[in-house]
């Protein structure tokens, strides 16, 4: 599958991918051929009717989109089927029209890892609701999603916005941001506590950001005794 079949568009600093179908390994591909400099934020457009191939693989989905240096954002909009719950789940941001609907129809092909990341991510009850009936409303997962806009255009305007804000933060500090949260997903309190210190520490003892720092401070040093002396 090449990127074209994936319907791949570039928009300044924002790689749209609208994908009808799409399975793990063409997902790789197209992180290996996108470039995080250029398009530092991958937004997937699930249209009515996305049917995704991630069956019995999303432990490898879930790595791949926590460790890649994008910002993945998922949007539904419409009925979509199998596969789109895993995207959702691993992507970094959730949106969708307050009318779409997630239909399962393979239960059986589920990978194990996903019923328990999906009890955790949609909450005991309404996963349940989601295997048993095979299909369940958006208007119900509202605390799950970043945002239930009432259609696509108020979705666009507003996740403007948050592209904006994305584009502000320190690249490494998002990465860093990322991996803390994969990785302790699974994790007791104390143990992703540690993770969380170890990382951070990591990013705070680097030469450069001991530079940063102490430029920062020596500024406001200056400005101080400017202030302190003015006043006395």
């Given at each position: ?148 806009f009432e259609n696509r255009k108020t979705f666009e305007v507003e996740f403007e ?72």
């Amino acid at each position: 599958m090449s990127t074209s079949d994936l319907a791949l568009e570039k928009r300044g600093d924002l790689a749209v991918v609208s994908p009808l179908s799409l399975d793990i390994d063409s997902l790789v591909n197209l992180i290996g051929s996108l470039d995080c400099s250029e398009t530092p934020v991958l937004l997937f457009d699930l249209k009515d009717g996305t049917s995704l191939n991630f069956s019995g693989c999303f432990s490898r989905l879930f790595d791949v989109l926590s460790s890649c240096n994008f910002i993945v954002v998922s949007f539904i909009d419409g009925t979509v089927r199998d596969g789109v719950i895993e995207l959702a789940i691993a992507s970094d941001l959730l949106f969708a029209t307050d009318s779409s609907q997630i239909l399962l129809t393979k239960i059986e092909k589920l990978d194990p890892s996903l019923l328990y990341y999906g009890l955790r991510f949609f909450g005991w009850v309404r996963f349940k609701e989601l295997l048993f009936l095979g299909i369940l409303g958006v208007d119900k997962l509202r605390d799950c999603f970043n945002g239930v806009f009432e259609n696509r255009k108020t979705f666009e305007v507003e996740f403007e916005k948050v592209k904006r804000e994305i584009l502000e933060l320190n690249p490494r500090g998002v990465l860093a941001t990322k991996k803390v949260i994969s990785w302790s997903y699974g994790m007791g309190f104390e143990s992703a506590l540690l993770l969380e210190k170890d990382v951070f520490t990591y990013i705070f003892g680097r030469e450069e950001t001991k530079d940063s720092l102490n430029s920062f401070l020596l500024r406001e040093k200056q400005k101080f005794e400017r202030r302190f002396c003015n006043e006395v």
